[in-house]
C-alpha cells in the first residue's frame, strides 16, 4: 500500500525557516516524480515545488529562491527547506506522488499535509 | 494566483446531474491532459480523474470528464449526499514550468 507521511509543520515567526520531510512507503520512490502542493486556510490548491526522479527540479515563483527541494532515495523520503517565510506561506503543505507516462502526468497518492503556521 | 478558472460553486438535488467548467489556455489544457481532485470537508485531496476522461480504480462511473480545447468539465450524475466536496482541475502549465489547479468549485448537495 503506496503512503506519504508528512512531518515537520510548526509555528515560526516571519523570516524563519523550517524543514519539512515527506515519508514514503510501498512503491519504489527513487522512480517516481515527487511534489510539494499547500492550501492556505479556507483557500485552493497551490502547487509548489516538484523534483523528477533523475532530481530536476522546478518551484512555483511564489517561492522560488526561499524554498529548498531535495530527495534521499536511500531513505525513501522528500524535503522541502523553507527559508525567509513570510505570513503567505502559512498552510498545510501536501506530499505528492506524480505518476507519469505517455500523455497522462497527474498526482495519484497524497498524504495527509502537515501544517505551517508563519506568525509572530 | 490560479490560471485555471473554476466557478465557486454548483449545486443538485439527490440524483441530478452536476456540470463543473474548467477554462485554461494553450499553455496548460489545450497542450495536456486534465485531472480532477476532490477534497472532502477536512481530508487531503484524492485523484478524482486523469487524462481528461480515465477514472481510478475505485472512483464511481458517475463521476466523468471531458476536454475540448483549452476547457474542461467534470460531471457528476446521479448526485449522492456524499458527493459534498470541493473539485479542482488541474494540468501541467509550459510557461510556467509547473503544475497548476483551478480556483476550485465547491458543490453542495441539497
Known amino acids: 500500500e503506496v503512503q506519504l507521511v508528512e512531518s515537520g509543520g510548526d509555528l515560526v515567526n516571519p523570516g524563519g525557516s523550517l524543514r519539512l520531510s515527506c515519508a514514503a512507503s510501498?512503491?519504489?520512490?527513487?522512480?517516481?516524480?515527487m511534489n510539494w502542493v499547500r492550501q492556505a486556510p479556507g483557500k485552493g490548491l497551490e502547487w509548489v515545488s516538484s523534483?523528477?526522479?533523475?532530481?530536476?527540479?522546478y518551484y512555483a515563483d511564489s517561492v522560488q529562491g526561499r524554498f529548498a527541494i531535495s530527495r534521499d532515495n536511500a531513505k525513501n523520503s522528500l524535503y522541502l527547506q523553507m527559508n525567509s517565510l513570510r505570513a503567505e506561506d502559512t498552510a498545510v503543505y501536501y506530499c505528492?506522488?506524480?505518476?507519469?507516462?505517455?500523455?497522462?502526468?497527474?498526482?495519484?497518492?497524497w498524504g495527509q499535509g502537515t501544517l505551517v503556521i508563519v506568525s509572530s | 494566483q490560479s490560471v485555471l478558472t473554476q466557478p465557486p460553486s454548483a449545486s443538485g438535488t439527490p440524483g441530478q446531474r452536476v456540470t463543473i467548467s474548467c477554462s485554461g489556455s494553450?499553455?496548460?489544457?489545450?497542450?495536456?491532459?486534465v485531472n480532477w481532485y476532490q477534497q472532502l470537508p477536512g481530508t487531503a485531496p484524492k485523484l478524482l480523474i486523469y487524462g481528461n476522461n480515465q477514472r481510478p480504480s475505485g472512483v464511481p462511473d458517475r463521476f466523468s470528464g471531458s476536454k475540448s480545447g483549452t476547457s474542461a468539465s467534470l460531471a457528476i450524475s446521479g448526485l449522492q449526499s456524499e458527493d459534498e466536496a470541493d473539485y479542482y482541475c488541474?494540468?501541467?502549465?509550459?510557461?510556467?514550468?509547473?503544475?497548476?489547479f483551478g480556483t476550485g468549485t465547491q458543490v453542495t448537495v441539497l
Open positions: 494553450s499553455s496548460n489544457i489545450g497542450s495536456h491532459t
Open positions: 505528492a506522488r506524480r505518476y507519469s507516462s505517455g500523455r497522462f502526468t497527474h498526482f495519484d497518492y
Open positions: 510501498g512503491f519504489s520512490f527513487s522512480t517516481y516524480d
Open positions: 488541474a494540468a501541467w502549465d509550459d510557461n510556467l514550468n509547473g503544475y497548476v
Open positions: 523534483i523528477s526522479s533523475s532530481s530536476y527540479i
